[in-house]
């Protein structure tokens, strides 16, 4: 009998508004300890939130590309619990009318593809950071991120491995950046998700007891700390023993989950609602405006890359792939007239430059405008695409000038065929024997002839018009 | 209100703390504000304003926060608070001219109906030095009663500003939930408290009301409404008005005494071509136990943050974090917060908060959907404000069921969000009573109108205790 995983995951989104979900406070990440927090996130005594449409809207863009159901009046609840970072002692929630419910996403996972039903999203604010390892013996609390809306989906328990999970993921982050409601950004914490994980044998109808893994925040470790866990569990059972629901962390050091606290020691929460906020009302107007200013989904990208642009299939749905490889490619194509050379470039020498940095393009020193006039160089012959790359190299390097460096490196392309027909005769007249020899037919030597004329022009030379006066004096 | 034509801005407040100096036995304020009010008061002689409240004396409770100036509401647990920010009712009475002189002694976190549960010791009435001034504005009633302020802010959950207004003699009125804002007054349970003023008459009520009412978009549940000019139908003929009498309300356990007062009254009402209707509020009974569901589940979460991490009194000898909430939760409070902290910790609980909570939240909207029904053929309702006069400090302090049980009459006004105030009616062994009147939603205007017009007829609210100077 084989055994069953069944996995389901809570994906905490922070929605990229200016301000935080019940207060004016700033979002931006990275600033000085407890530098964006007002007195509403301070929680100080006498203070009142007052919720953020922004927040609404982003999240109904989200329920709206999952083809979920918007509750057009969604209210707040209080979640109760203690804890230094949190400073009301409760945190604003939605649970009994969230915002989104009952929408569906696809994923692909090598070769099957597989809907995963979304129950729900909501909204909530998140907690402040507790910071254990700055001062001796103490820890200090930074409210920074007190307050910054999240926007949290839960899955249905429908995902069978550890790839579904981060398949699953990915196309949650490549949504929400389409969507321009999050940045994406795992290393800053902007997406971060707890895992459901339960096996049962193939035939049981009940699903087996679960345990939580909390708060992982990379593709990598969602994956181990999955397949940890599910080894661990089937260990468990198959030594008679039984899984306890339990809330569990992954140690991505040690790889291995443990427990942090079982469901005795779990916290009453004491949800009700919460009497400081109204029901928030979201008009048809407000949901028809969101509807119709709705940005372009992968898909939709995809499909209009290969039927009105006219790029391969594979072409196409790595460019759509990613929201910033995607706005590179928008962006270089407005500035030539060739599209399909800017996905070329950008399937071809720039994934790989990517790769071998591991870098996502926005962090690299190409701007759309430098690439686009790249492009343009190479579509009207002021460059060979053999320079072009060199001069990529460059850009990748130091984010200088496109055309200052064409200029200022003196790599405008030889086009004027008097000066190449000089060139060809004097690389003849030196190399009297590989003339003959070609002549007698060894045709192989006629790129050596090419390479001659490329050393004495340092590549300059307009390959085509090159070829063609070689042909005529040689014969 | 006052006039002071004749004497100094700083002349008036400088008599306002030798009047609190002298009575300070009353314990009435927590903070007074005397240097700060004093400066006000010179400015207002250097440059005469013709603000409509400019220079008027005005007593805060200590719920309110005031920038500057420490906030304590009552308990040990805000000791040493001194917010960054005032309330958005400060800052509309200060912009209307009023002197801020003190903050207001009261029950801890307004929990509590005799002053006594206050970390700093209990008010007395000036009426009687071993009598409760009430709650939990206690002290705000007991500074106006004894004349040492013409006004003080009040909040009122369960009838924090009536019933103190009724043992002290003055009037006090709870407007509409929503007409005040409640950004910056530290909140006890957030869907009933509301702010307004006391004083000694229902025109000065209105005077105040005119001032502290506003549409503050940094609270959500203020109302958008219009806000009436509260003085304009104070003088309207109450002919052919009606008065609502519930008749699902036992009198007999009161007070022959108190019974009498409040069938004279209606009588005067009568005598002003006023009509008496029988009205049916059939549960009205339940407003006590569903309060003490809903008011401390609310506290239960509203006083979480106070927590030693950020504000506040932090205890000292915490060895962890665990022993660090303990330990300032248990020194912090008083035993009543603590009480209803626990009360409410237990009907939000799993498997408790559908029979507790959310019956109660059903019951609630039963005793609203009562009231609306009453209001379609009446302009008004009217009940006694308490059971009796005041009682003797200490008197009632084993049994907390005896305390929850003074409110009975007030609570319900809170749970259905609607305007009620209360007025001086009678004397009872020279001790002040108060009669309350309900109103309809939005509708302060007409019972201030009903109010004044007694106070035209009667002179119940001129009557002061014994050895105050007026």
Known sequence: MSWETVIGLEIHVQLSTKSKLFSGGSTEFGAESNTHVDLIDMGLPGVLPVANKEAFYKAIRFGLATGANINQTSSFDRKNYFYPDLPKGYQITQMTQPIVEKGSIKIAVDDYEKEINITRAHLEEDAGKSIHDMFEGETGVDLNRAGTPLLEIVSEPEISSAKEAVAYFKAIRQLVTFLDICDGNMAQGSMRCDVNVSIKKSDDKELGTRAELKNINSFKFIEKAINFEIDRQIRLIENGECVVQETRLYDSEKNETRSMRSKEEANDYRYFPCPDLLPVIISDKELKEIKENLPELPEEKEIRYINEIGLDESEAKIISSSKTMANMFEAASSKTDDAKLVAKWLVGDISALLNKDNIDIDESNLSAENFGILIERISDGTISGKIAKSVLEEVWETASDVDEIIQSKGLVQIQDESILEDIAKKVIESNPNQVSAYKAGKDKLFGFFVGQIMKETQGKANPKAVNEILKDLLQ | ?470
């Open chain 2, 1 to 470: 209100m006052i006039s002071h034509k004749e004497i100094s801005n700083k002349e008036v407040i400088q008599e306002v703390f030798s009047l609190i100096n002298e009575y300070k036995d009353l314990n009435a304020f927590i903070t007074l504000n005397e240097e700060n009010s004093i400066k006000k008061a010179e400015e207002l002689d250097n440059n005469p304003s013709d603000l409509p409240l400019a220079g008027i004396p005005i007593a805060q409770k200590d719920l309110f926060c005031t920038e500057g100036l420490r906030t304590t509401c009552g308990s040990n647990i805000l000791n040493n608070f001194i917010p960054p920010y005032s309330a958005t009712v400060i800052e509309n009475l200060e912009n209307a001219g009023c002197i801020s002189v003190g903050k207001t002694n009261m029950d801890e976190f307004a929990m509590g109906s005799s002053n006594e549960t206050s970390f700093f010791g209990n008010v007395k009435n000036p009426w009687g030095k071993d009598l409760v001034p009430g709650g939990s504005s206690g002290g705000a009633a007991s500074a106006v009663a004894a004349g040492l302020v013409p006004a003080a802010t009040g909040t009122d959950t369960g009838g924090s500003i009536r019933q103190p207004a009724s043992l002290c003699g003055i009037t006090g009125i709870k407007p509409t939930y929503g007409r005040v804002s409640r950004w910056g007054m530290i909140a006890f349970a957030s869907s009933l408290d509301q702010a307004g003023p006391m004083a000694r008459t229902a025109e000065d009520c209105a005077f105040l009301l005119n001032e502290m009412c506003s549409h503050d978009e940094k609270d959500t549940t203020s109302l958008d409404n219009d806000i009436p000019d509260f003085e304009e139908n104070l003088n309207s003929s109450l002919k052919e008005k009606k008065i609502g009498i519930v008749k699902d309300l036992d009198l007999s356990s009161l007070n022959n005494d108190v019974v009498e007062t409040y069938q004279n009254s209606l009588k005067e009402f009568e005598s002003m071509g006023a009509q008496l209707i029988d009205i049916s509020l059939p549960n009205i009974s339940l407003s006590v136990p569903t309060y003490y569901v809903v008011a401390p589940a609310e506290c239960s979460s509203n006083l979480s943050r106070f927590d030693g991490v950020k504000f506040g009194m932090r205890s000292e000898d915490a060895k962890d974090l665990e022993e660090l909430y303990v330990k300032t939760r248990s020194e912090g409070f008083g035993d009543e917060v603590k009480r209803r902290i626990l009360i409410g910790s237990y009907v939000l609980s799993a498997g408790y908060y559908d029979a507790y909570y959310k019956k109660a939240q059903q019951v609630r909207r039963l005793i609203k959907n009562d009231f609306d029904n009453a209001f379609k053929t009446i302009d008004v309702i009217m009940t006694p404000t308490t059971r009796g006069p005041a009682f003797k400090i200490g008197s009632k302090g084993d049994d907390p069921i005896q305390m929850y049980l003074e409110d009975l009459f007030t609570i319900s006004a809170n749970l259905a969000g609607l305007p009620a105030m209360s007025l001086p009616n009678g004397n009872i062994e020279n001790k002040p009573i108060g009669l309350q009147i309900i109103g309809n939603f939005l509708d302060e205007s007409t019972i201030l109108n009903f109010a004044h017009m007694f106070q035209n007829e009667t002179n119940w609210h001129m009557y002061t205790p014994e050895g105050i100077k007026q």
